[in-house]
Nanobody, 113 residues
């Protein structure tokens, strides 16, 4: 049974930190990534990590966010530091398999100024 479960969102003040987690099961994983969607905006890639550990980041989060994963647990993390109000969005986990991409339900991140 395929499951993609996110956790770790919440409300934080600007300059603070949060860590998101995404646990996947029942999926042959190629790449995992975090996307976000703010109200009235399109969903955008925040960061991604391949099965080999290569990473890439959106320019807006470079130097502030760190993506990592625990292969033994099929779990991906997003450490978000120096958060800004413009980081406020619903964050989605995406798990790419050879055949399709599976999405989590999303977790709200709100950064107050």
């Amino acid at each position: 049974q395929v499951q993609v479960v996110e956790s770790g969102g919440g409300l934080v003040q600007a300059g603070g930190s949060l860590r998101l987690s995404c646990a996947a099961s029942g999926i042959r994983i190629n790449t995992m990534g975090w996307y976000r969607q703010a109200p009235g905006k399109q969903r955008e890639l925040v960061a991604a990590i391949t099965s080999g550990g290569s990473t890439n980041y959106a320019d807006s989060v470079k130097g502030r966010f760190i993506i990592s994963k625990d292969n033994a647990k099929n779990t991906m993390y997003l450490q978000m530091n120096s958060l800004k109000p413009e980081d406020t969005a619903v964050y989605y986990c995406a798990v790419e398999s050879p055949f399709r991409t599976f999405w989590g339900q999303g977790t709200q991140v709100t950064v107050s100024s």
